[in-house]
């Protein structure tokens, strides 16, 4: 279905629908129960390098790879372009969503050091953190929203705990 390999895959939460995407800079989403296709969204000018549902299932953010340092905000039931942040300096490597869904955090690759928060609200930067040393490979966020957890892309090998409100580890 891609056009080329695919770089991420995941469930909605309410497990209705799987989306995934590709280097082919499109989006595409799944009847969870059958597999049939259910929407294709060509949404990046590259490849998507992360792709995450909120965890009430009515919004999918997609974060551009190389070259294309976008978060694009969908709404799941109309699959209406929300919002487009311009989230890095060269590729999106990987994003969560706050348990309330009013952030997302994204990180990107080796020359982007970085962790930001991002309202999902209305697409405004909320904080920064001095992230890892080549980069950020998975984020994740703890069920109360309170904590960040990220992990080091190659070689950084470490995995870092921050807390969301203030930003310290």
Not at 44 to 65: E, I, K, R
Request: a neutral charge; one cysteine or more; hydrophobic letters at 45%.
């Amino acid at each position: 279905s891609h056009a080329g390999m695919i770089t991420r895959a995941c469930f909605s939460p309410d497990g209705s629908m799987a989306a995934s995407a590709g280097n082919d800079g499109s989006v595409r989403l799944w009847a969870a129960g059958s597999g049939a296709p259910a929407a294709f969204l060509a949404v990046h000018t590259n490849q998507v390098g992360a792709l995450a549902f909120s965890p009430d299932s009515t919004l999918l953010v997609s974060g551009g790879g190389c070259l294309d340092n976008t978060l694009r905000v969908f709404n799941c039931s109309n699959l209406a372009l929300l919002q487009i942040i311009v989230a890095t300096i060269n590729g999106v490597t990987a994003l969560a969503i706050s348990p309330d869904s009013s952030l997302v955090a994204s990180a990107g690759d080796a020359s982007e050091q970085v962790i930001r928060f991002w309202s999902l609200k209305d697409g405004s930067l909320v904080r920064t953190l001095a992230g890892h040393t080549n980069g950020t490979a998975t984020l994740a966020f703890s069920p109360n929203g309170q904590y960040l957890a990220s992990g080091g892309r190659l070689n950084d090998g470490t995995i870092k705990l921050w807390n969301v409100n203030n930003g310290s580890l």
